[in-house]
């Protein structure tokens, strides 16, 4: 079955850093997703990116971050100065469509957690 | 924008019975897909179910239905014969399916189920 694959699994870097993590979404998915989930709470939407722009963005995605889509397969999120709160599970996803009347189901990759020290 | 609202941090329940997750929302928009996910303590996000504001009927997949009631906002998802596998956190998650947000899920705070044996 496919699935959204995502590395690292978990990176531990010093504050000030910069952080690249990496997505492979579903091969015939058009649209991606980043999300966070900050230790024991809910899970928050970042960012969508469609047709090799930003549809859709979070108050969070601020100019720390930004999202490419460097080749045909990879999907990828760099926060460019990593701060303490910026520790967190983020999860990539991908989805066929994602508006209308349809399910517009996200698959979700299994998540990179970061830590920053 | 959208809100979700899970008023049980934690439920237990006895292998083999059902239980129900509650899940309220509100929001502006008329037309709006609820979808309910689960994290086991592995930390991935499953998609379980989902249902379309227009649905006539509640969605069910499995073991897992979705008590859909409209008027009152709310989703509750309902998962019959409880397994040990069903421990987890769970989700419900809404997205308006046109105009401002349609590219991103919101997410209420989440359930941790425990099943007991």
């Known amino acids: 079955e496919p699935e959204v694959t995502q590395t690292p699994s978990h990176q531990v870097t010093q504050m000030g850093q910069e952080v690249i993590l990496r997505c492979v979404p579903i091969?015939?998915?058009?649209?991606f997703y980043w999300y966070r989930q900050i230790l024991g709470q809910k899970v928050e939407f970042l960012v969508s990116f469609y047709n090799n722009e930003i549809s859709e963005k979070s108050e969070i995605f601020d100019d720390q971050f930004s999202v490419e889509r460097p080749d045909g397969s990879n999907f990828t999120l760099k926060i460019r100065s990593t701060k303490l709160e910026d520790s967190a599970m983020y999860f990539c996803a991908s989805s066929v469509i994602p508006t209308g009347p349809n399910t517009g189901e996200l698959f979700f990759g299994e998540g990179s957690r970061l830590t920053v020290l | 924008a959208q809100k979700i609202t899970q008023t049980q941090p934690g439920m237990f329940v006895q292998e083999k019975e059902a239980v129900t997750l509650d899940c309220t929302y509100d929001t502006s928009d008329p037309s709006y897909g609820l979808f309910w996910y689960k994290q086991p303590s592995s930390g991935e996000m499953i998609f379980l179910i989902y249902?379309?504001?227009?649905?006539?009927q509640n969605a069910t997949e499995g073991r897992y239905s979705l008590n859909f009631q409209k008027a009152r906002k709310s989703a509750n998802l309902v998962i019959s014969a409880s397994q040990l596998g069903d421990s987890a956190m769970y989700f419900c998650a809404m997205r308006p399916h046109r105009g401002a947000g349609s590219y991103q899920l919101t997410f209420g705070k989440g359930t941790k189920l425990s099943v007991i044996p």
């Open positions: 249902q379309g504001s227009y649905d006539q």
């Open positions: 091969s015939n998915h058009l649209y």
